[in-house]
């Protein structure tokens, strides 16, 4: 902000007003050098006629805590630790019986001695299933939950209108406490072809649990899970990796220097 006043003043003299001297850096210093926050008085004689000119800038509060601002915002922001941004997505259905709620999962990788990195699992979509416990509340802490992999993506999503399907998970199998955790969801049609049930069963004879849980998904809805889940399956097999790292350059070296390698590699097995 800049104020500016005229006043009155009697005549200066020579000695008050030494115009060589302004050209002296040393008694006169630049506007640049200037410090913003204090208020600099000049004193001149135009035309013979007594003035005095008075200069305030009170710009540097407002500059001071616009930077302050920034570099606050900027400490916590993840590109200023060096980390990348993290999205959280999912998509819920609610109804009187119970609630679902659906969430991908990214793949994982492990970086090989080239540089390189490697996938050492696939990612899935996890399935999460809450009872009721009044109008519109649901038991959270009560939820049952089911992983779906690749493959039983694919499943669901070729699923027709009079088509059921089932899946079988035991989360211990070939160890010692095989079968005594067993989750079962089955994907079965409406009576009136509106659309699916999904009914997950899950019993846990470590925690005495015998929990039932089915939600009904309509025809519109069990559409939306399955242009979901077509549009994340590349992303869980971590192709979108490879596609990202794939470049002109790389595929021409890697065809000089393996020439099995190309659309002619199953005929030259």
């Known amino acids: 902000m800049l104020q500016l006043q005229l006043l009155s003043s009697p005549p200066l003299t020579p000695q008050t007003l030494n115009l060589n001297s302004i050209s002296n850096p040393k008694l006169f210093p630049s506007f640049s050098s200037l410090n913003s926050s204090q208020t600099r008085s000049f004193k001149f004689n135009p035309l013979?006629?007594?003035?005095?000119?008075?200069l305030k800038c009170r710009q540097s509060e407002y500059f001071d805590q616009k930077q302050r601002f920034n570099d606050s915002?900027?400490?916590?922001s993840p590109s200023s630790l060096g980390l990348p941004a993290r999205f959280y997505v999912g998509h819920s259905i609610y109804k009187g019986k119970a609630a679902l709620t659906v969430e991908p999962r990214a793949p994982e990788f492990?970086?090989?001695d080239s540089g390189a990195f490697k996938i050492s699992r696939e990612g899935f979509v996890l399935l999460q299933f809450a009872p009721a416990a009044g109008v519109r509340q649901y038991d959270w802490s009560r939820k049952q939950v089911f992983s779906l992999s690749?493959?039983?993506i694919g499943t669901l999503i070729s699923l027709g209108l009079r088509e059921s399907c089932?899946?079988?998970h035991d989360p211990f199998k070939g160890k010692s406490d095989e079968g005594k955790v067993r989750k079962v969801l089955k994907v079965e049609p409406l009576p009136d072809g509106s659309g699916h049930f999904f009914n997950l069963g899950v019993q846990n004879k470590l925690l005495n649990v015998d929990e039932?849980?089915?939600i009904p998904i309509t025809r519109g809805e069990f559409t939306v899970l399955k242009s979901a889940f077509s549009f994340i399956l590349p992303y869980l097999l971590g192709w979108h990796a490879f596609a990202n790292s794939t470049k002109p350059d790389d595929t021409s070296r890697a065809n000089n220097a393996n020439p099995r390698y190309g659309g002619d590699y199953e005929w030259t097995m």
């Open 48 to 54: 013979s006629k007594p003035s005095k000119f008075s």
């Open 110 to 112: 492990v970086p090989l």
């Open 212 to 214: 039932n849980v089915y």
């Open 150 to 152: 690749v493959t039983e």
């Open 73 to 76: 915002s900027s400490s916590t």
């Open 166 to 168: 089932e899946f079988f």
